[in-house]
C-alpha cells in the first residue's frame, strides 16, 4: 500500500463519525498523490501526513446564557487549532444549529491550504457553535456571544490565533466578541477580523469573500479567452459571500439570476436587486419572501433548486455539500462553462468529478473563496501598523491575490501533468509551502 493510502486508511477509521471532515481529507490527499509520490521517502520519514490530519488542538466548551425570558441555555463552542506552521491559527466562527466537531475539523483542516494559498503568514484554524441565531434578539446574541467569548478568549490572540466570521457570524457578533475579549484580557488587540470600520476593521473585508470570488473567476473566463460580460450567472446563498459575489458579478456586466436561502430560492430573470437583497437579509434578517413580495420580476420556491437554472457560470455560496451529482448533470446539460465555490465544500466529490470530467472549468473553495481570509489577514497587517488603508489599496491588494493565487494553482497542476486540475492545483500549491516550513521546523 502506497503512503497516502496507508494515512487514508487510518484517518478512516479514526474519524468514522465525522462525514465531513472524511470528504475533505480524502479530496486533498487523493490529489497530492503525484506530490507525495515524488517525494515518498522523505514525507513518510517525517510522518508529514500523519502530522497535518491531526490538529494541533481542539477546544470544547460550555457556553451557558440567559434568554430573553429568564431561561439559562446552553450551547456546544469549539475552536481547533489545526497547524500553524507559517503563521498564527486563522480562520472563522461559525454559528449554526448543525456545527459539530466534524464539521469544525472540515473546515480548519481546509483553512490551512486556503490560508497557504493566500501568500500570507496565517495557519489554519476554526470554531463556532451549535447556537441558531435566527430569531434571537440583539439582547440574546450579546449574551450567547460574550459567554462564547469568556472561554474562547484564554486560547486566542494577535499572534496566537486570530477567529473572523463565518455562517452566521457577521459584524454584531465580531463587534460583541471583541468587546468581551477586550474587557476580559484588558489589551486592545487585533484578536479578531472583520471588526467594525470604527474600531479597527479593514475597509473590502465585507465584501471580501465575494469580491475575490468574481476576481478569479473573471480571470479563469480570461484564460480561456472569455470575459464576465453578458454571461448568466447562477448564485446560491443569500448571505455575506452570496450578496457581494452577485455585486461584483453585476458590476462585471454579468447578470445572476438567482440567490437562495435555508428555506427556499429566487428565480428572477431580470438580474438579482442587490440593494432589495442587501435590505431583506442584511437589515430585516427575513426571508426571500420577502425579496419576492417586493420584486414583481421574482419567482420564489420553496426547497433547494437553483442549478436547475440555465447559466454560463455557477457560484454555490451557501454552505456544504449543496451541489450534488443530480445537479452537475443538469449544469453540463445546460451549457455550464464554469464553477467556483465561494462556500466552502459545497460541491461533493462526485459532482466534482462529473463536472471536469464534462469539460466545465472547476475551481474550488479553498482557491476561489481564499479572498476573504487574504483580506482579514490585511486586516491584521493595518492593525500592526496601527493604520488604514483605503478602500482602492485593499481592493487593489485583494485582485492581485486572487489573480496570482489563479496562476499558481493553474501552474502546480500543470507542473505535475493535470493541467485544468485546478482543485489538484490548488491542494499541491497550498500544500507545499505548508510541508516546507513543517520540516524545516523539526518535530514539534
Ligand atoms: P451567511 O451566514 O452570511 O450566509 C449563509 C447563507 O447560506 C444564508 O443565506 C443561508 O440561509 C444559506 N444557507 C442555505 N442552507 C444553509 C445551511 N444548510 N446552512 C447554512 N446556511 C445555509 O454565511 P456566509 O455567506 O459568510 O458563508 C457562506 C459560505 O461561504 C460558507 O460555506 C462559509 O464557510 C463560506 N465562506 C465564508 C467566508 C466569509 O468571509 N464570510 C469566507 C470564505 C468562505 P439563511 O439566510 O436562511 O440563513
Ligand atoms: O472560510 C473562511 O475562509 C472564512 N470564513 C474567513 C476566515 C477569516 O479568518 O477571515
Redesign the pocket.
Known amino acids: 500500500m502506497g503512503y497516502v493510502d496507508e494515512v487514508l486508511a487510518r484517518v478512516r477509521e479514526k474519524n468514522a463519525s465525522e462525514p465531513e471532515f472524511l470528504q475533505a481529507a480524502e479530496e486533498v490527499l487523493e490529489s497530492l498523490r503525484p506530490v507525495i509520490d515524488a517525494n515518498e521517502a522523505v514525507y513518510r520519514r517525517e510522518a508529514l501526513l500523519e502530522r497535518l490530519v491531526e490538529p494541533d488542538r481542539q477546544f470544547k466548551f460550555r457556553v451557558p446564557w440567559v434568554d430573553d425570558n429568564g431561561q439559562v441555555q446552553v450551547n456546544t463552542g469549539y475552536r481547533v487549532q489545526y497547524n500553524n506552521a507559517i503563521g498564527p491559527y486563522k480562520g472563522?466562527l461559525?454559528l449554526?444549529p448543525?456545527v459539530n466537531i466534524g464539521i469544525i475539523k472540515f473546515?480548519g483542516f481546509e483553512q490551512i491550504f486556503k490560508n497557504s494559498l493566500t501568500g500570507l503568514p496565517i495557519g489554519g484554524g476554526k470554531g463556532g457553535a451549535d447556537f441558531d441565531p435566527?430569531g434571537k434578539s440583539d439582547r440574546e446574541v450579546m449574551a450567547f456571544c460574550q459567554s462564547f467569548m469568556t472561554e474562547l478568549c484564554k486560547y486566542i490572540g494577535a499572534d496566537v490565533d486570530v477567529p473572523?466570521?463565518?455562517?452566521?457570524?457577521?459584524a454584531r457578533e465580531i463587534g460583541y466578541m471583541f468587546g468581551q475579549y477586550k474587557k476580559i484580557r484588558g489589551t486592545y488587540e487585533g484578536v479578531l477580523t472583520?471588526k467594525g470600520l470604527t474600531y479597527g476593521g479593514s475597509l473590502v473585508r465585507t465584501e471580501?469573500?465575494g469580491y475575490g470570488l468574481l476576481y478569479i473567476t473573471e480571470e479563469l473566463m480570461k484564460c480561456h479567452g472569455e470575459s464576465m460580460e453578458g454571461k448568466t450567472v447562477v448564485v446560491?446563498?443569500?448571505?455575506?459571500?452570496?450578496i457581494y459575489a452577485t455585486q461584483k458579478a453585476q458590476q462585471m456586466g454579468a447578470k445572476v439570476v438567482t440567490c437562495?436561502?435555508?428555506?427556499g430560492w429566487i428565480y428572477d430573470p431580470e438580474g438579482i436587486d442587490v440593494a432589495l437583497l442587501k435590505e431583506v437579509?442584511e437589515v430585516k434578517r427575513a426571508?426571500l419572501t420577502e425579496y419576492a413580495a417586493a420584486r414583481g420580476s421574482a419567482e420564489y420556491h420553496e426547497g433547494r433548486g437553483v442549478w436547475q437554472i440555465k447559466c454560463d457560470i455557477a457560484l454555490p455560496?451557501?454552505?456544504?455539500n449543496?451541489l450534488l451529482s443530480d445537479d452537475a448533470k443538469q449544469l453540463v446539460a445546460n451549457g455550464c462553462k464554469a464553477v467556483c465555490e465561494?462556500?466552502?465544500m459545497?460541491t461533493t466529490i462526485d459532482a466534482t468529478k462529473y463536472l471536469q470530467e464534462n469539460g466545465v472549468w472547476f475551481i474550488g473553495?479553498k482557491a476561489a473563496?481564499a479572498g476573504?481570509?487574504a483580506t482579514s489577514a490585511l486586516e491584521m497587517s493595518q492593525n500592526s501598523e496601527r493604520l488604514s488603508w483605503t478602500f482602492e489599496e485593499v481592493d487593489a491588494k485583494l485582485k492581485d491575490i486572487m489573480v496570482n493565487i489563479f496562476h499558481n494553482i493553474d501552474n502546480a497542476a500543470k507542473k505535475y501533468g493535470m493541467e485544468g486540475n485546478y482543485v489538484a492545483g490548488a491542494n499541491i500549491a497550498g500544500f507545499e509551502k505548508v510541508a516546507t516550513a513543517m520540516i524545516a521546523q523539526g518535530v514539534v
Open positions: 472563522g461559525r449554526h448543525s473546515l435566527k473572523a466570521g463565518d455562517i452566521g457570524t457577521g472583520g471580501a469573500t446560491s446563498g443569500a448571505g455575506n459571500v452570496a437562495s436561502d435555508s428555506t437579509k426571508r455560496c451557501a454552505t456544504q449543496e465561494g462556500a466552502n459545497p473553495g473563496n476573504g481570509v
